[in-house]
């Protein structure tokens, strides 16, 4: 049977992908573009998009395990609806659902709310469902480094509660472990979450110390002025995108974006070996 990948061009989904194929699962993508993909040859593309309900009714045909990420967009939560009632008509019954840690406390952020209410989705129609709960994207950071390397300040507003950084490969490789376990299993497991996190928790002082280490210079923490990062994401995402980003970031300075005293644990039996490093992470950019 078949593992269907939604998000599968993105920086999660493309790790998903490749370590599915690495497992030697039947992989199956949805994407708008074919011809831009540039997904591994083995991987069979069906064009479309998560509003377009003929192309996901073919794409489920012969599909026995979905794998759910979205964007965040205006109608992400429609988007994820449509997707899994076209999986139940197809008679698909086990997820994997990428959402977002504390989803159910950040309850004002409205990209938070809208996963939360999928996870609700996911739940009450019963689905064979693992739900994944990634912190802080490590790889966000990448989109700053311009502003690390060139005017020596770490900007982004996260605070001194800390946040427990995951990069981008450990989710990906723990989502296919659980495609993979979810589709050989020989009757539909429990539902269960589990909270994606980095083996560390850091404050906005911690990075921009890591980032001077590795670059060899003093770079400072840009501070918690949340409404100057919305002004700043503005003059490249939409306003309501930044505005929802600043909201985000308000919560990791009231309360943080912290691992379970298990959390960590979990993930490493999990994935049978340490989880990546901020500092490693930081490492490797600056080397690239």
Do not use: C
């Not at 540039?38 to 309900?53: H, K, R, T, Y």
């Not at 996911?122 to 990448?142: C, H, K, V, W």
């Not at 060899?216 to 100057?228: F, N, P």
């Amino acid at each position: 049977m078949t593992i269907f990948v939604t998000g599968a061009t993105g920086n999660v989904g493309r790790n998903v992908v490749q370590q599915l194929v690495q497992r030697g699962a039947p992989v199956r993508a949805l994407v708008r573009n074919p011809a831009s993909a540039n997904l591994p040859a083995s991987v069979e593309v069906v064009q479309g998009d998560m509003l377009d309900v003929g192309a996901l009714r073919r794409a489920f045909e012969g599909v026995s395990t979905l794998f759910l990420l979205n964007a965040v967009v205006p109608d992400e939560v429609t988007q994820a609806l449509i997707t899994l009632n076209v999986a139940r008509e197809a008679g698909v019954q086990r997820v994997v659902y990428l959402s977002v840690i504390h989803s159910d406390r950040y309850v004002n952020v409205p990209h938070f709310a809208g996963k939360f209410a999928v996870e609700r989705m996911i739940e009450q129609m019963g689905f064979s469902a693992t739900i994944l709960r990634p912190a802080y994207f490590m790889d966000n950071d990448l989109t700053v480094k311009d502003a690390i390397t060139g005017y020596g300040v770490y900007p982004m507003p996260i605070g001194a509660k800390g946040l427990a950084m995951i990069d981008a490969r450990d989710i990906g490789e723990i989502a296919a472990i659980e495609l993979v376990r979810r589709d050989g299993a020989g009757s539909d497991l429990p539902l269960s979450r589990i909270n994606l996190v980095g083996p560390d928790t850091l404050t906005g002082a911690d990075a921009a110390a890591i980032w001077t280490e590795a670059l060899g210079r003093q770079i400072a923490y840009g501070g918690d002025d949340t409404a100057a990062f919305e002004q700043n994401l503005r003059q490249f995402m939409p306003a309501w995108m930044a505005y929802d980003m600043r909201l985000m970031s308000e919560r990791f300075l009231s309360d943080g974006m912290l691992a379970g005293p298990e959390d960590v644990a979990r993930l490493t039996t999990l994935l049978g070996r340490p989880l990546r490093t901020y500092r490693e992470f930081v490492a490797q950019a600056v080397a690239a």
